[in-house]
């Protein structure tokens, strides 16, 4: 029962083709006659970013609403999170005080 058992193939499935025989074969390492001197690759000329006054507006409003609409998610998350624990020490305070007036009245 708790011995393994490992699976056996007892044919192989799909076509068998016979190994293939790959023989050695000699490199030969030829030399220029004229080697020519190498040179360096001029880069490419890069468009260069210009700001126009009207980007670098929209580009300060876009970084505004973000910062706001994160600002606000984030509040509202702690809002939250302070509503939830409220109302968890108001549930322990009733809770508390059932268990305390039953006992006073037996």
Known sequence: MFKPKVPTMPQPTGRIT???IVEPTAVVQHTPQNPTPLVAPTPAA???VQLTPGAVIALVGGGATVVLVVGAVL???LLAVAITGASVA????VIRSLIAS?????
């Open 75 to 77: 509040v509202s998350m």
């Open 102 to 106: 039953e006992g006073q009245h037996r």
């Open 18 to 20: 016979p190994p293939t």
């Open 46 to 48: 890069r468009p260069t």
């Open 90 to 93: 108001i549930c322990a305070l």
